[in-house]
């Protein structure tokens, strides 16, 4: 069965700083992969994905993640954190076609940030 | 686009009764919606995938007695937690696949609490 892992429960990073969530996944394939942000009362919103080709996403909000084959991680990252990123992420698994299953999503257990002033 | 809702936001209810909550996509047709559990500072479960027309498909461990899933139309579906107890509360969030965009949107979520 196929499980995410997000090693980082909490990351408090300085605003302007870097910010590095790292996400390892096991799959029999390489699975289509994600990431979702979740700011308090609202719902999952999605930051990127990867589905194939290019392994450096650009995502929404200035983020990008960067598919590691060899290493089966796909790691999320943002040059400079506003105070505004300050939030739950969640990396996220879907089978890829053939087996497809609907693409039901398996979540690691996310990282929550915060952002120091 | 891709919006999706759930009614009620907020639901507080006595051990015992039944509590329905609704997923609706508002501007694009779900073929498939999916519910999740999450539980205070964890992840997402998946608890069933719900299709349009048919029954839906639980998880292992899910009750599909307790948690009963209606998809009746491609912008609805619901979820009625039956008999609540204490233990059933939780944070329940929806999601609906735009198969066009072969993507998952997610609604904001329903918090119960069960007294």
């Known amino acids: 069965a196929q499980s995410v892992t997000q090693p980082d429960i909490h990351i408090t990073v300085s605003e302007g700083a870097s910010l590095e969530l790292r996400c390892n996944y096991s799959?029999?394939?390489?699975?289509?992969l994600f990431w979702y942000v979740q700011s308090p009362g609202q719902g999952l919103q999605l930051l990127l994905k990867y589905f194939s080709g290019d392994t450096l996403v650009q995502g929404i909000k200035g983020f990008e993640a960067e598919f590691k084959r060899s290493q089966s991680s796909f790691n999320l990252r943002k040059p400079s954190v506003h105070w505004s990123d300050a939030a739950e992420y969640f990396c996220?698994?879907?089978?890829?076609?053939?087996?497809?299953?609907?693409?039901?999503?398996?979540f690691g257990g996310g990282t929550r940030v915060l952002v120091k002033p | 686009g891709a919006v999706v809702s759930q009614h009620p936001s907020r639901v507080i209810c006595k051990s015992g009764t039944s509590v329905k909550i609704e997923c609706r996509s508002l501007d694009f047709q779900a073929t498939t919606m999916f519910w999740y559990r999450q539980f205070p500072k964890q992840s997402l479960m998946l608890m069933a995938t719900s299709n349009e027309g048919s029954k839906a498909t639980y998880e292992q461990g899910v009750e599909k007695d307790k948690f009963l899933i209606n998809h009746a139309s491609l912008t609805l579906s619901t979820l009625t937690v039956t008999s609540a107890h204490p233990e059933d509360s939780s944070f329940y969030i929806c999601?609906?696949?735009?198969?066009?965009?072969?993507?998952?949107?997610f609604g904001p979520g329903t918090r119960l609490t069960v007294l």
């Open positions: 996220a698994v879907a089978p890829p076609p053939p087996r497809a299953a609907g693409n039901k999503l398996t």
């Open positions: 799959y029999g394939a390489t699975p289509y």
């Open positions: 999601s609906a696949r735009d198969r066009t965009r072969n993507e998952q949107f």
